[in-house]
Every structure is written in structure tokens, then in C-alpha cells.
């Protein structure tokens, strides 16, 4: 199964960090649902000082983590439910 790819080419981010039990769960449920619809999906470390992150933002996501994005829009945290993901996904892409 792929492994994520770069955020900037990724339709799907999941925002997590290391020692997150909650972010381990949502990994394998966002790595397992892209394996399966396709889509390409992106990690970012919050903790990470070299993740593309403004201080703000890096201190939102990380009071809520994990957080997935699809298409830019948040679509969950803290406990991923895998029907919003997929309904999410199914819908069409959002153009810039």
C-alpha cells in the first residue's frame, strides 16, 4: 500500500503527531480508505518545525488532533468517522 505523498499534490492531509494514539488510528483508517477509492493522501507532523504550518494554524491543529482535511476543507478530529471521509471523497474535487 503507498505510502503519503506531498501535501501540495494530496487531496486528503491528515495532521497528526508522534506519540498520538488517536493518530495512529486515523493513519491506517486514511491510509486504507485512499488505498481503496485512490485518492492521494498527505501527513503533516504539527510538532515537525519544518511542516509547511503558520504558528496559529500549528496551534489549532495540534489542540486538535488528528485532524483530516479533504480538499482543503476539515472533514474530522480527534476520532475519524470513516463514512464522512468517504462521503467526502466521493464528492468531486474542489478546484482552486
Known sequence: MPG???VAS???VL???AGCHLCD???ALVQRVCGETGDVWAEVDVD???APLTPSRREDLGELVPVVE???VMRGYFRI???RLRRALAAAPRTP
Open 48 to 50: 515537525d518545525p519544518a
Open 10 to 12: 494530496s487531496r486528503v
Open 4 to 6: 503519503p505523498a506531498p
Open 15 to 17: 495532521f497528526r503527531r
Open 81 to 83: 468517522d470513516e463514512n
Open 70 to 72: 479533504v480538499d482543503g
Open 25 to 27: 488510528d486515523a493513519r
